[in-house]
């Protein structure tokens, strides 16, 4: 189950230019031992995704193809959230009865600006908006996700989020990915520490800073990496390595990612204005990409609480997948994706 807490405004994009032109004029508000104070509820959702949807052809999004795309948007969501008919009987045999309706979603409502332009990813480099793997890393990556699209052995061979154990899609990251719903995030801030709280499956990020990073256990692979963070001027950069392989899978769609366990992520964070914490992060793994691979996006400060995220709490999804699946067997359907297909 997901918690009903709607956060407050669309993620907005900075490039690099025009966030620390910005931040040079902006003077932010400071903890006690006079660094930028992080603190605070923040949320990234967005109808801007993290990889370029084919049916865009730039970065930019024309003003008024994104307004007709938010409308037909908002219309969607407008049909999602309308009473089922009584009478319309039950659907046709072999046909998907759907999942969440509308109410249970909240992945945003705009596009993602900078300067006043919309954006169709947060990945500017590579500038074609996509993750650029490489022959061998694609194949790895379309291999691993085939596996689990396709094997129901048993509860171990699902993904992390599937088990409830950290949320879908790289929520917790890094890097934090915005997905359908449960986009917002609490930040704690100490002059040693920062806690990053995630209200998909209340992931929480502890990052050591500065002298601190030396307390980092890396011979222990955690979910979402081991992280160490240290200042640079006004921008607090974070860096990830020592990811734990179960979790080199981030699902989510068509936005799906493999990250290898070697793979480092550096993600900076920069107060911008008193709603706003640019976030920048840059992927470097050449076990699977050709080059690393940067992108820009927000936090914009979330309206209200985190809520409780009950992953499995009255969950009856890891039985009915399993038990869907002894049914197949026992019919003698084993290719689970080309049935669903």
């Not at 963070?229 to 493999?258: H, I, K, Q, Y």
């Not at 706003?276 to 992060?281: D, R, T, V």
């Not at 026992?330 to 669903?340: D, F, H, Q």
Request: glycine share 8%; with cysteine.
């Amino acid at each position: 189950m997901k918690s009903l807490l709607a956060t407050a405004g669309a993620a907005l994009v900075l490039s690099a230019s025009s966030a620390f032109a910005q931040a040079a004029d902006y003077e932010p508000p400071r903890t006690v031992d006079g660094k930028p104070d992080l603190q605070g509820m923040w949320s990234n959702v967005s109808l801007t995704s993290l990889e370029r949807s084919p049916r865009f052809d730039a970065l930019v999004i024309p003003d008024g193809e994104a307004a007709k795309l938010e409308a037909q948007t908002a219309a969607m969501q407008e049909r999602g959230n309308a009473r089922t008919d009584p009478d319309s009987g039950a659907p046709p045999k072999g046909q998907g009865v759907g999942g969440y309706n509308s109410f249970y979603v909240d992945a945003g409502s705009t596009y993602a600006q900078i300067d006043g332009e919309y954006r169709s990813s947060w990945i500017v480099d590579p500038a074609d908006g996509r993750i650029p793997y490489t022959e061998e890393g694609r194949k790895k990556f379309e291999d691993e996700l085939y596996f689990v699209r396709n094997n129901f052995d048993g509860p171990e061979t699902r993904p992390m989020a599937e088990r409830c154990i950290v949320g879908f899609g790289s929520t917790g990251g890094p890097p934090m990915i915005n997905v359908m719903y449960n986009n917002t995030y609490q930040f704690v801030q100490t002059p040693d520490y920062l806690m990053i709280l995630v209200e998909m499956n209340h992931d929480a990020r502890i990052i050591p800073i500065g002298d601190r990073a030396e307390e980092i256990d890396r011979t222990n692979p955690q979910y979402l990496g081991n992280s160490t963070a240290e200042w640079d001027g006004d921008t607090l950069v974070v860096t990830t390595t020592n990811f734990n392989p179960v979790e080199s899978l981030r699902t989510f769609f068509a936005n799906s990612f493999f990250l290898h366990p070697d793979g480092v992520v550096v993600e900076r964070f920069t107060r911008v204005a008193d709603d706003k914490i640019l976030y920048e992060f840059e992927v470097t793994d050449p076990k699977m990409f050709s080059q690393p691979w940067k992108a820009e996006m927000a936090f914009n400060t979330a309206n209200g609480d985190l809520l409780e995220y009950a992953c499995h709490e009255g969950n009856y999804s890891m039985p009915g997948i399993l038990a869907g699946a002894r049914r197949n067997e026992r019919e003698g359907k084993v290719n689970y994706a080309a049935e669903s297909e």
